[in-house]
């Protein structure tokens, strides 16, 4: 297909990508590998996260964190496994705080939920340890804090 911003972006990158000082190092780059490959596991860990028709998704998806008082920098969906073949989980939820900052949700519907993370971030072995060592759940209030630039997955057995 043809290009729509007639080599615009790529012009505008062209410096970037050649200053030496921005390229990866090793390490950041096997993070990334690794960090990838554990959002490979939780989405293999559970069919939610390939539901095959639009009927499937507006039955189980609810997306939360939304209307005038929303944190617009945090997405965050409810996914309904009850009954649902290879679901893995009753119910889950996830995150995706893309501020630079930590932030807090309280969601008063998921209150007194047995939620925990997802066994991919309680591994010992997880590329990034900040949800197993940050994030947080209160069942009171149904507080969620998710770490600065963090996708994360809470699940209900």
Do not use: C
Not at 26 to 34: F, G, H, K, S
Not at 108 to 119: F, I, M, R, T
Request: aromatic share 8%.
């Amino acid at each position: 297909p043809p290009r729509r911003d007639n080599g615009a972006s790529w012009d505008l990158m062209r410096p970037r990508l050649a200053d030496a000082a921005l390229r990866p190092a090793p390490e950041q780059i096997a993070y990334t590998r690794d960090a990838f490959r554990d959002l490979l596991r939780i989405r293999a860990s559970s069919a939610l996260f390939r539901l095959r028709s639009a009927a499937e998704v507006g039955a189980r998806l609810r997306l939360l964190n939304t209307g005038p008082a929303q944190v617009p920098t945090v997405l965050v969906g409810h996914l309904d496994g009850v009954g649902y073949p290879g679901a893995g989980f009753r119910e889950l939820l996830y995150f995706i705080n893309v501020d630079p900052q930590a932030r807090e949700i309280v969601l008063p519907g998921e209150a007194g939920k047995a939620y925990h993370l997802h066994p991919v971030h309680r591994d010992a072995a997880a590329a990034d340890p900040r949800p197993a060592a940050a994030a947080r759940y209160d069942a009171t209030s149904g507080r969620f804090t998710t770490p600065a630039r963090t996708a994360l997955v809470w699940v209900v057995d």
